[in-house]
């Protein structure tokens, strides 16, 4: 245990931080209640346009753990990463319902301006 311990810190760089890994244990997990509702509300969101809800909930999951995990694991950076609902309201609620497009067409808009940008 000791031995994995060490590997951990020299890997992330605990103690040159400043910080202990019971601190970066208690602060992952505050950091996954605070992203956790995230789920839920935007599986609601998005479900209001017509999307499986199911689906959307498990995108949402996949997307946050895979995008906090590079930045963990890759970058090195403690950071986590979600969807924005502020994004995804102005998608349901003005592009959907609002304009009248359908949530298909509205996801390729998305797409399409993602690899624009």
Known sequence: MKKFQESL???FKI???GST???ELIGGLTIFLAMVYILPVNG???SATGMDFAAVFAATAIAAAIASLIMGLYA???VGLASGMGVNAFFTYVVVRELQFTWEEALAAVLISGVLF
């Open 9 to 11: 810190d020299k890997f």
């Open 15 to 17: 103690s040159q931080r």
């Open 21 to 23: 890994i019971t601190k």
């Open 44 to 46: 609601g969101i998005l």
């Open 76 to 78: 090195n950076y403690p």
